[in-house]
């Protein structure tokens, strides 16, 4: 079974930073693509980023400039730097990994439990 598990999420005061950590385990034989996504009261679940194998990566217009998403192929981690925080990015940020998990399988989407991120004064 594959496994993401997410870290990094708090309270922060506008303009301030975050760091967001997905890390991806269990039975994986590639990864082609990590990312985020978030939900805020209310509204339905949006992109922010994803990184692909190759490392091209897509941004929600709403962040770009002010996330960077990386990805550490060795550990099976995807990060989302986050600056200049603004209460709009107030949400619950989900991992989103395409995982194929053996060479006999084909590729599955996986989702991480969510980790809360508010930006309030």
């Known amino acids: 079974q594959v496994q993401l598990v997410e870290s990094g999420g708090g309270l922060v005061q506008p303009g301030g930073s975050l760091r967001l950590s997905c890390a991806a385990s269990g039975r994986i034989f590639s990864i082609n693509a990590m990312g985020w996504y978030r939900q805020a009261p209310g509204k339905q679940r949006e992109l922010v980023a994803v990184i692909r194998s190759g490392d091209s990566t897509n941004y929600a217009d709403s962040v770009k400039g002010r996330f960077t998403i990386s990805r550490d192929n060795a550990k099976n981690t995807v990060y989302l730097q986050m600056s200049s925080l603004k209460p709009e990015d107030t949400a619950v940020y989900y991992c989103?990994?395409?995982?194929?998990?053996?060479?006999?399988?084909?590729?599955?989407?996986?989702w991480g439990q969510g980790t809360q991120v508010t930006i309030s004064s």
């Open positions: 989103y990994a395409n995982i194929r998990p053996s060479l006999r399988v084909y590729e599955f989407d996986y």
